[in-house]
Nanobody, 122 residues
């Protein structure tokens, strides 16, 4: 199983980025996908998640309205559109896959990508 996150980079405050996570090798099942982030010196935190069908999404309360998660199952890819970025959004962003469970809990996820760095300058 491989989850390849990409799309990170350096952006000025107020700018936008779109992260992608391409999944391969997942067992033939319906996986929900999530995004988490980890800032320097801090723990990993939930960002957003989406069910396999895409019919249900969830977000960290502090990010609602700025971030949007979506997926294209034909491409086995999940996206995170990040708008109005702030310096405090600077972190390594990870995508993850899970079959079951509470989608905002780290320990519910079975597979993790390697992360992509997002840096927001003020």
């Amino acid at each position: 199983v491989q989850l390849q996150a990409s799309g990170g980079g350096l952006v000025q405050a107020g700018g936008s980025l779109r992260l992608s996570c391409a999944a391969s090798g997942l067992p033939r099942s319906t996986y929900a996908m999530g995004w988490f982030r980890q800032a320097p010196g801090k723990g990993r935190e939930f960002v957003a998640a989406i069910t396999y069908s895409g019919g249900s999404t969830s977000y960290a309360d502090s990010l609602k309205g700025r971030f949007t998660i979506s997926r294209d199952n034909a491409k086995n890819t999940v996206y995170l559109q990040m708008n109005s970025l702030k310096p405090e959004d600077t972190a390594v962003y990870y995508c993850a896959a899970t079959r079951f469970g509470n989608l905002d809990l780290i320990h519910e996820y079975d597979y993790w990508g390697q992360g992509t760095q997002v840096t927001v300058s003020s």
